[in-house]
């Protein structure tokens, strides 16, 4: 896991859409939010859950994967940049390939756009804008001790399982302390597989 | 799983940015270290952060505008206030575009007659007019025949002059403001238990509390950002009681819900207390020394066991009693309310009940203790402070004591017989104005064909005024009736403060000036006393001068202003009053000695009797219709329905509905009431109760909640019942037209990106939140 990354905690979501409203004004992509606001149990909950990119770590980006022109970068503190828009050819390869759904895709100028985890603003030693201003610390940037001085007793995972698959990201989500213990197939986190903790 | 190298150096190379490129707004940032400056400074690029304060509800955020190097505000940046820490709501975050909005009133708007199109005139010819109106009136049907209104959203310094501007330069006793449909009803009830209107402790004091009882207060999309206050009470251990119909956010995640039938607020907190009472968990000696009335209000609480307040509340008793027992028992317990127990015909009562419920458990007046009462306008603490109110004076001084309008007067300069007595509450002036007992009026920050209850009367009232005059930035529903509006600043084209929720006064500073044409509140209101014959009581270069004349206005009263000045606002982030001297540190919590605010010092506790709300159930109207807010929008939506990120977050209202009435998500549906009727998307959810349907009231006619809502009173404090009434629902073939918004979805600075997603768009979400994130 990186040092300081994004924790989502969906316990603390309101489902406000500040990280919404706040994506849209960042620098990098300023305008359109790279963030998606999910409700998780509509007809019968309020419960909401924001998706930011995961920067991916193993298998690294998928989406950088797939790129047939290379115009995803990883920086070398593993965040996983928004395309190159010099290189970018707008074929989707990405949307296809990101197992969150993350990246989108602007038709009119054929190029992809998704959360660099603010990286305009994280390079200056600034959160990002999302989990600066999310009210409810729903998303958290900081290091993991940095979340559990804050939070004591505060679980994390960042081990997902869809499939046969295992992805290991760099943003990581909150998880109940006794309640999940095995996976779940379409990537809710895990933090044990087969009696094995995967969070290293 | 052991981690992997990364594999990012078969990519081409990543370039880091340029230190000596800092993007706009963070080395400004940087170097203001996230604490306010007393003076702000472009960056290289030209950029300026102007540390100020959200516009909206009564957190009062802390911001920076970011200014561009033209002196146009563009954007926003979080500012690490201590109110805040960074954090900001959707609302906050989009506020800045309305502040070059191209909906902008630029120009005075002027008609004759109400049949006539407005067309723009000079600010000579809207004044002279405006003042000929006022001076035709007063002389045909006397001095009473003009009122003012005023808003909970106007600086202090505003709101000091809507008081003295409607008793001295109008000479009318007719003046009110928007936040009579806020919280009075706590403001009333703190008044009489406390002898001081204000919450008792700092938001701070939650993150200390070892029990939070959230009464009526959907935190999560009414004030996001003190979210994480609560949540950094749960980090801690404390357990969460949440009182609300609905599975709001904060709901969802509590430890008791008490989903209680609207209009029961006060029969659930006399039962509790009866539980109290009876497992021996008052604190005896608390009440002994500091409180009276508790006999008789422990002789009414024995009237309301668990099984009958069951009955009426529509829960289970046990319920009651497990409230009880964890608020009873906590070290530390802090109840915090807001609107859902506010707006009732039994309002006050409701907060008493509370009140009652805190005094007799000894959690009050110690970190982590205590009660709050949460302002849903920005300056709704503010705003009643000095004068705005109709029984108010400035410094919160009653206009009927002899004494406190003898010291005003002498502040003012006039004779005691020129000031006006009492007069009316904002709901009562409609009712007067259908009856032709006001017959001109002017508004100042408000929207009431949006926000207050039953439209067809508000319609009415201000269809019979022969002259109606309106200040606003945008051209509201109201102004929109109006045969002058004056265009105004917003706030970011002035300074002034205002007092949160916490009563912590915070400044806003300057960021832009106003467009040409656009002129301050201030300026209008003193030109037109000017006009009037008073200019001499109006002398005022600005918001500093009148801040000034405010302070030493309220020299002395239990609001004490005096010690509280421009520049040690900007040096410490906000002073809570009473700060009686400019070496005092202010107040952020009451009671510490144990001593209130009564001459006697002790709370003053007061018996209540539940009543059924005013609106009775029938067959014909066998439900509660309850309404609220929305994340995205503010009080009567003038502002946010006309930014693209809020409109598109949330576009129409809906009717929230249980399931168990068999309407599909989606189908519309005509909730009827004795008012009216009107057609919503039903919002299919088990977070409400059966016997309840939710319509949140930013949009007007024909998807108002408020032509639905009663227009009854609390008899003290006046507030409207807008948190239940009698309904049904039917089945309906079409859903009403939303008005459409006066400018496209979409940023002002920015042009839109077309992008799409590989998946299909999501359908409503069930919080009846509008739409995820679509793109």
């Excluded at chain 2, 829960?315 to 530390?332: D, G, N, S, W």
């Excluded at chain 2, 508000?458 to 529903?477: I, M, P, R, W």
């Excluded at chain 2, 106003?514 to 037109?528: A, I």
Aim: net charge negative; charged share 20%; with cysteine.
């Amino acid at each position: 896991m990186m040092g300081r990354t994004i924790f989502i905690d969906p316990g603390r979501c309101i489902g406000c859409q500040a990280c919404v409203s706040a994506c849209r004004e960042c620098d990098s992509h300023r305008g359109t939010s790279m963030i998606h606001l999910d409700y998780t149990d509509e007809g019968h909950s309020v419960a909401s859950l924001p998706t930011v990119c995961m920067h991916c770590e193993d298998p690294v980006a998928p989406c950088a994967e797939v790129c047939p022109a290379d115009a995803i970068l990883v920086t070398a503190d593993g965040v996983v940049q928004q395309a190159d828009t010099t290189r970018c050819i707008g074929c989707a390869n990405c949307v296809n390939a990101c197992p969150f759904g993350v990246p989108k895709i602007d038709l009119g100028a054929k190029l992809q756009l998704k959360c660099n985890l603010c990286y305009d603003r994280t390079a200056y030693g600034l959160a990002p804008m999302c989990a600066t201003v999310c009210p409810t610390g729903a998303l958290f940037y900081g290091t993991v001790e940095e979340l559990q001085a804050e939070r004591p007793g505060v679980q994390v995972a960042d081990t997902f399982v869809f499939g046969e698959t295992e992805v290991r990201t760099g943003v990581a989500m909150v998880v109940p302390a006794e309640k999940v213990r095995w996976p779940v197939p379409g990537g809710l986190p895990v933090v044990e597989i087969n009696g094995k903790d995967v969070r290293r | 799983m052991t981690a992997e190298p990364r594999a990012a150096a078969d990519r081409r190379t990543f370039i880091p940015l340029d230190p000596s490129l800092a993007p706009p707004g963070t080395r400004a940032f940087r170097d203001a270290g996230g604490i306010p400056a007393d003076r702000w400074h472009a960056d290289q690029n030209g950029e300026t952060l102007v540390p100020t304060h959200c516009c909206f509800c009564g957190v009062q955020c802390g911001m920076y505008l970011r200014v561009d190097r033209g002196g146009k505000v563009f954007g926003v940046e979080p500012r690490n206030h201590d109110i805040n820490r960074m954090r900001l709501c959707p609302k906050g975050i989009n506020a800045y575009q309305q502040v070059n909005h191209p909906d902008r009133l630029t120009a005075p708007l002027m008609r004759r007659s109400r049949d006539e199109e407005f067309r723009e005139v000079s600010w000579d010819e809207a004044l002279d007019f405006t003042v000929a109106e006022v001076k035709r009136i007063q002389q045909a049907y006397g001095n009473d025949a003009f009122g003012l209104l005023g808003g909970a959203s106007l600086f202090s310094e505003k709101t000091y002059l809507v008081g003295k501007f409607a008793r001295v330069a109008l000479k009318s006793r007719h003046v009110d403001y928007n936040g009579r449909l806020c919280m009075v009803s706590a403001a009333g009830a703190n008044k009489l238990a406390f002898g001081i209107d204000r919450a008792g402790n700092p938001f701070s004091d939650i993150l200390l509390t070892d029990c939070l009882l959230i009464a009526g207060s959907n935190v999560g999309e009414c004030f996001p950002v003190m979210t994480q206050y609560v949540w950094g009470a749960r980090d801690r251990g404390a357990s969460l009681i949440v009182v609300d119909p609905r599975e709001t956010a904060i709901a969802r995640t509590a430890d008791i819900h008490v989903a209680l039938k609207p209009g029961t607020d006060s029969a659930f907190f006399t039962s509790v207390l009866n539980v109290v009472i009876a497992e021996g968990l008052t604190d005896e000696n608390f009440l002994a020394a500091h409180a009276t009335g508790w006999e008789e209000v422990k002789a009414k609480a024995a009237e309301y066991p668990p099984s009958r307040a069951a009955r009426i509340c529509g829960i289970p008793a046990e319920q009651i009693v497990q409230v009880a027992r964890t608020f009873a028992r906590a070290p530390k317990a802090m109840a915090w309310h807001a609107r859902g127990i506010e707006h009732h015909s039994q309002g006050v009562e409701n907060c008493l009940s509370v009140i009652s419920l805190c005094a007799a458990t000894g959690h009050i007046g110690k970190p982590g203790a205590g009660y709050g009462t949460i302002t849903g306008q920005g300056n709704g603490q503010g705003g009643r402070e000095h004068g705005q109110k109709s029984d108010l004076l400035p410094g919160g001084r009653s206009i009927t004591n002899p004494e406190h309008r003898r010291q005003i007067c002498e502040i003012w300069g006039i004779e005691e017989s020129e000031l006006p007595p009492a007069g009316t509450s904002m709901m009562e002036m409609v009712w007067q104005m259908q009856r032709r007992e006001i017959r001109g009026l002017i508004g100042i920050c408000n929207n009431p064909f949006v926000s207050l209850p039953n439209y067809r009367v508000v319609k009415e009232g201000y269809d019979a005024t022969e002259f109606h005059a309106q200040f606003d930035f945008f051209l509201s529903e109201t102004a929109a009736n109006a045969h002058v509006v004056f265009p105004v600043t917003t706030w970011a084209e002035d300074e002034g403060v205002m007092a949160n929720a916490e009563a912590r006064v915070v400044k806003h500073n300057k960021a832009q000036d106003p467009p040409p044409g656009v002129r301050t509140d201030t300026w209008v209101m003193c030109e037109l006393a000017r006009r009037l014959g008073a200019g001499d009581k109006f002398d005022f270069s600005g918001s500093r001068a009148v801040f000034d004349e405010l302070r030493t206005a309220s020299a002395g009263t239990v609001n004490d202003y005096y010690g509280i000045t421009y520049e040690r606002l900007e040096e410490t982030g906000g002073i809570a009053w009473p700060c009686p001297s400019t070496d005092h540190p202010g107040t952020p919590r009451l009671f510490e000695d144990g001593s209130t605010y009564h001459p006697d010092g002790k709370i003053h506790l007061q018996v209540v009797e539940w009543h059924p709300p005013m609106d009775p159930y029938d067959d014909e109207h066998p439900m509660s219709l309850t309404t609220g807010r929305t994340v995205a929008h503010f009080l009567s939506g003038n502002q946010t329905r006309r930014l693209g990120a809020l409109v598109e977050q949330t576009p129409r209202p809906w009717a929230e509905i249980h399931p168990s009435h068999g309407f599909r998500n989606g189908e519309p549906v005509r909730i009827v009431t004795r008012r009216g009727s009107e057609v919503f998307p039903a919002l299919v959810t088990e977070a409400i109760r059966p016997d309840t349907v939710f319509v949140p009231y930013h949009w007007p006619v024909p998807t108002a909640a408020n032509a639905l809502t009663i227009d009854a009173l609390d008899p003290r404090s006046k507030i409207p019942e807008y948190k239940v009434c009698a309904c049904r629902i039917e089945h309906a073939d079409r859903i009403d037209e939303v008005p459409a918004p006066p400018v496209a979805p979409g940023h002002v600075a920015y042009p839109e990106t077309q992008v799409s997603r590989t998946d299909p768009l999501p359908p409503t979400s069930p919080q009846g939140r509008g739409t995820s994130e679509r793109s």
